[in-house]
C-alpha cells in the first residue's frame, strides 16, 4: 500500500523507547524500540510520515472538561494520526480513540533497588525465633528441676543450670554418680543439647559469613503496609492514571496506595522512567526511604534485568492490574488493518522482543564501570568490626564480671575476718 498523505505520528520523546534527534536534512533521526517498531511499520507501508510530541509531554487523561492531555489528547483533537508511547488500552481512552492490535502484553508492578544489610545489636539472637527460644528454655528449665529431684541433695539448682547450659557450649557434664543410675534422662538431654548447638552453631556461622537481609517487600500488599509505616514511598509515571485506578480497586491496600500516592504527589516523568528511576531520596528528617517505582516490566526488565543489576534491584512477580498496549489511532483513521498486519508479523516473529533486548544491551554497554559496580552489595559480603560487635559486648561483659568476682574473692578472707573479729 503506498499513498502520498502524510502521517502525524504523536509520541514522547524518551530515552532507549523512542528517542528523537534532529538532523541536517530536516528529518530527526529516530532511536529506541518503539521508534524501531515504527520505522519498520512505515517502510513496509511506504507511507511518509512526521514525528511531533504533546508539549506537556504526557501520556493521556481525560480532565473534567472532557478534553484529554498528552499523545491521546492530540488524537482526540485531531492534531495526529497516530499515537505510540506503550499506551494502555483502557476502557476510558477506547471510548475516546482506536487501538491497534496489542505488541505488548502488560500490567502494573513495582521494582526498587535493595537495601545494604542493616544489623542490629545482638542480631546473633535472631538465629532462632522467639517460639524456639521460649521452646528451648521450657526445655532447660524442666530437665533442670528433673535433674533437682533425681540428685536431691547431691547438687544444687544453680550448678544443675550451670552444667546444663555448658553441655549446650560444648562442655563436659559433671554431675554426682548417681545420674548413671537414670541414662535415659541423661542421653536424652545430652542429645537435645548437641542437635541445637549444631543447628545454632551453622546458623550463626551463616550468618558471619553473610549478614542476614531484612525481609523484603515482594506484594503490593507488603508496598502498601511498608508506604504506611514511612519506610518506602512508590511513584507513578506523571500524566498517567495510574493512581486513580489504584483507588478503584476493591482491595483497601491498593485503595490506599493509589490515594497517598495522589496525595503526595508521588509521580516521575516519562523520561525518568526510562533513564534510572531507582533514586535513593530521603525524608525531611534525614532518615533514608527506599523508593519503589510502579510501571510496565519490560521497563524494568530492560534496565535492570542486565549485568550486575540483576543482584541489586528487586522487580516483583506480583502484579496490581494487567492489560495489553498498542498503537492508538484518532477515530476515523483510514488504514488500521494495514498497520495492524504489520504489527502481528512483527510480534509473531519474535522482532519487538529483539527491539527491546537490544536497547537492554546498549543501555549496559553505555553505563560507565562505576555506574555497573554493586559496591554497596560488595561491601555487605566483607567481614567488618560491626558484625563482632556482639561478640565484643559479650566478652567485655564477661571479663568486667570476672574481674568483679576475682575483686570478690579477694577481698572475702579480709571482710571475713573483720566480721569475725567485730563478733567478739
Known sequence: MRTEKKWIISTLNRSRLFEIYPSSDGKPKLYGMEAELIKTIMAKIGVDYEIVTPEDGQYGMELSSGNWTGVIGMLYRGEADMGIANLGTYEDRFRTVDFSSPYLSEGMYFSYLKSRNSEQLFSFLRMFDFSTWMCFFASFLLASVVILIILKDQETISSIMLYLFGSFLGQTLMFHKEINEWKVIFLSWMLFAFIMSSVYSGALSSFLVLPSQEKSVETFRELSEAVAKGSHRAYTLKGTNHASFLRQCPEHYLQFLGKIIEDNNWHITADEMTQNPLKKKYSPDGKPKIDAVLGGRYIFKMLYEVGDFKVKVFISEDRSMSGSIGI????????????????????????????????????????????????????????????????????????????????????????KRWYNNASY
Do not use: H
Open 328 to 415: 492508538a489511532y484518532r477515530k476515523g483513521f483510514c488504514c488500521v488493518s494495514e498497520v495492524n498486519k504489520y504489527i502481528e508479523r512483527i510480534v509473531q516473529a519474535g522482532i519487538y522482543d529483539k527491539f527491546l533486548k537490544d536497547e537492554s544491551l546498549k543501555y549496559w554497554f553505555s553505563l560507565s564501570s562505576e555506574e555497573r559496580n554493586i559496591e554497596e552489595l560488595a561491601e555487605d559480603r566483607i567481614l567488618t568490626i560491626r558484625d563482632f560487635t556482639d561478640a565484643f559486648l559479650l566478652l567485655s561483659a564477661g571479663l568486667l564480671i570476672s574481674c568483679l568476682v576475682f575483686m570478690i574473692e579477694l577481698a572475702f578472707p579480709y571482710l
